[in-house]
């Protein structure tokens, strides 16, 4: 029963998030904020997800994971409301922030499923948790934009709160054994284990992809809105073709926690960076509808299944008393990356327009991945 209740709170928060980000450059767009401001924006919530998850991280090894879940599903609740009642584009900062250090509830599942499941089934009960946070995803874009489209932003961040809210009583019913230990031991512990997990190739080689598959995912998400714009779609389309791409995220989540038993998980990594180049590529090159679904579609297979094959592969390496924290430290590596990458792009944006940061994107994405597997080329699957 538990863990049905962390894949649906996963679900419902995702909701949340496919509503309203996908969106939140229609409506930065809409009280005036320029795509320099909008990437100033981006970094505060990655600087938010980072101090977050390092901080929340460490406490859910301590305190349990279920009073940090219920922490992030409150911020995911309130940061949809906070947004449209903001009408100065500068301080659309501040609930950005708290949309970045919401997402330490999705964290906060997948050390779950490392406490609930037997290692044999981590792969593919972690490619499940995915892809059920993926459907939610998949949802929101769809509905944000139809809703906004018919009835306005207004309606439509409210309802977002909605299914945070929902995920909320949900968690109120999980069930989990009191941590043992200390607090003063405890956050003793966490300044070693950090530098333990640090000293790791294996986290270190995982953190580091995470920058540029988020890279690929950041780009997308913040940059194509604007060029949909600049294509002529409405909100409608771009909200949908957002849901093509999560849709296809999610359809390859469950699969690639089956083929990482056969294969190992460091193939799927070379894989996932290749779609996620070539879909940066595609947007680059291409402004015809369907090559820009199709640059969509392998952006988002990419992407999803890299999130399942790096959360097992975490998860699967680590024990209870430090998972977490490992999850939050590849994480937060890998937002601190892309958040210093998403801003040069959005700074150099006005100058060189958006089809060349898409290209400069891709170029990235791919040579680093190919640097890094050659580098770590001794870590394990």
Do not use: C
């Not at 911020?75 to 009408?87: C, D, K, N, Y």
């Not at 940059?223 to 390859?252: C, D, H, K, Y």
């Not at 430290?329 to 210093?340: R, Y």
């Amino acid at each position: 029963m538990d863990l049905f209740r962390v894949y649906a709170i996963v679900f419902l928060a995702d909701i949340t998030v496919g509503i309203v980000i996908p969106t939140f450059p229609l409506y930065a767009e809409s009280i005036g904020a320029s795509v320099f401001l909008l990437s100033i924006v981006v970094t505060g919530m990655g600087i938010a997800r980072i101090l977050s998850q390092v901080y929340l991280g460490a406490l859910a090894d301590v305190k349990g994971r279920k009073i940090v879940q219920i922490i992030g599903l409150l911020l995911f609740t309130s940061f949809p409301i906070l947004t449209i009642a903001i009408h100065t584009p500068a301080l659309l900062t501040i609930p950005l922030m708290m949309q970045g250090a919401g997402t330490i509830v999705f964290i906060m599942a997948a050390s779950q499923i490392g406490d609930l499941v037997n290692k044999n089934e981590i792969n593919k009960k972690m490619g499940m948790l995915i892809f059920i946070q993926g459907i939610g995803f998949s949802i929101g874009p769809f509905v944000g934009g139809f809703v906004i489209e018919e009835f306005g932003f207004r309606s439509a961040y409210y309802l977002s709160s909605s299914f945070s809210l929902l995920a909320i009583l949900i968690a109120f019913g999980l069930k989990e054994k009191s941590p043992q230990g200390n607090s003063a031991s405890d956050d003793r512990s966490f300044i070693i284990k950090t530098k333990e997990i640090l000293k790791k190739e294996s986290i270190l080689y995982v953190g580091l992809l995470t920058i540029l598959m988020l890279l690929g995912f950041r780009s997308f998400i913040t940059f194509f809105p604007l060029r949909g714009l600049e294509l002529g779609m409405n909100a409608a389309l771009i909200g949908s073709i957002v849901g093509v791409r999560t849709i296809s995220s999610t359809i390859f989540r469950l699969p690639a926690g089956y083929l990482a038993e056969s294969f190992g998980r460091k193939p799927l990594f070379i894989v996932a960076l290749i779609l996620s180049s070539l879909g940066l590529a595609i947007f680059a090159t291409f402004s015809g509808l369907w090559m820009i679904l199709l640059a969509a579609s392998l952006e988002g297979a990419g992407f999803g299944i890299f999130l399942t094959v790096s959360r097992a592969f975490v998860v699967d390496s680590t024990d209870k008393s430090n998972r977490s924290t490992s999850l939050s430290i590849t994480s937060s590596l890998g937002f601190l990356g892309q958040t210093i990458m998403i801003l040069l792009l959005g700074s150099i944006s006005d100058f060189v327009g958006l089809v060349l940061v898409f290209a400069i994107g891709s170029v990235f994405i791919l040579s680093l991945g190919l640097l890094l597997h050659v580098k770590f080329r001794s870590v394990s699957s």
